[in-house]
């Protein structure tokens, strides 16, 4: 059966038409399927080298990021030397009692109170009335915190300025509530100065 039917197809005058044909189908048949596969790995290069772009671009500023994340590392650090938390507290406490004897001031109390807080907004005022405060309190991630420290010192005039501007030129965070300078001494030679001053920090809420 095969060989009659090679022999027609060999005396078929359409013999010419059937193989091109044949051919093609069997063509389509072959490169069809690698064709597709053909478009799908240039749209998966395509992909690849679109990613190697952008990771070459986060590349090449990493550096400039590091740099500004070191920097602003640094800045933090150096307001977190200027704030008092109840980890530094103690430290603060040491350093008045160190800024009093390098002054020739006496302590006669030093005393903290507990700390107080309520939510900040960037541009609030840091002793605005509460009132205020809670008009912002939903707004803002932060909790301003500030702890009350009373001290009373007695010395001369000399010794008590000199004491007041060693507090100031330490750059805390600070504000100044009550301040009362009044004599203690019959001659009026040694004088008491009271002072309330305010520590501030900010905190994360939550």
């Not at 909790?143 to 009350?148: A, F, K, N, S």
Request: include cysteine; charged fraction near 25%; proline fraction near 5%.
């Amino acid at each position: 059966m095969i060989e009659q039917a090679l022999r027609r197809f060999c005396e078929s005058k359409h013999r010419t038409l059937i193989v091109i044909a044949g051919t093609f189908i069997v063509g389509l048949v072959l490169v069809l399927p690698l064709v597709d596969v053909y478009s799908a790995g240039l749209n998966e290069k395509e992909t690849l080298l679109a990613e190697l772009d952008s990771a070459e671009e986060v590349a090449a500023t990493l550096p400039q990021l590091e740099s500004r994340v070191a920097e602003k590392v640094a800045q933090l650090e150096a307001f977190q030397q200027r704030t008092v938390d109840e980890e530094s507290l103690p430290a603060l406490r040491g350093k008045l009692v160190d800024l009093a004897k390098e002054t020739g001031c006496s302590i006669r109390r030093l005393s903290v109170g507990a700390a107080t807080s309520r939510p900040w907004t960037p541009g609030n005022s840091p002793i605005a009335p509460a009132a205020d405060a809670k008009r912002d309190e939903s707004k803002g991630g932060f909790l301003l915190e500030w702890r009350p420290v009373s001290i009373s010192l007695s010395g001369n005039s000399a010794n008590l300025r000199s004491m007041v501007e060693r507090v100031a030129a330490a750059g805390m965070l600070m504000h100044t509530k009550a301040f009362e300078m009044y004599p203690s001494s019959p001659n009026r030679q040694t004088l008491t100065l009271d002072m309330e001053l305010w520590y501030f920090t900010l905190a994360r809420r939550g």
